[in-house]
């Protein structure tokens, strides 16, 4: 499995370097408007995930063993973050999604 940044995507799908894609918005909004790609699932509304929280944050080890006490108040305000979109903006909140796109060739 390969690794590319965002931005590189679509230049891979037309390369033919790969089929398919998974990775967050604005990439896969984009192709599907712009280039005509299919969405294959969407967790921010199919099933089984469109009513869980989204998404996932990684702190890379190094920090964790270099700066424990930055890593745990990177991690703290995210939370925090999540928790004050939660009670504030329930009903109008879009959370973050991340969609599974294939290219239609």
């Not at 909004?29 to 989204?54: H, M, Q, R, S, W």
């Not at 973050?81 to 239609?104: E, F, N, P, Y």
Request: hydrophobic share 40%; with cysteine.
């Amino acid at each position: 499995m390969e690794s590319l940044p965002g931005p590189q995507l679509d230049q891979a799908i037309a390369n033919g370097e790969i089929q398919a894609y998974m990775t967050w918005d604005p990439f896969p909004a984009l192709d599907v408007t712009n280039n005509n790609y299919t969405t294959l699932l969407d967790i921010g509304k199919d099933d089984p995930f469109k009513n869980e929280y989204c998404c996932f944050v990684g702190v890379s080890g190094d920090l964790v063993k270099n700066n424990p006490a930055k890593a745990a108040a990177i991690t703290r305000a995210i939370l925090e973050g999540a928790t004050w979109v939660d009670k504030t903006h329930s009903k109008q909140r879009k959370s973050s999604r991340i969609i599974i796109t294939l290219a239609v060739m």
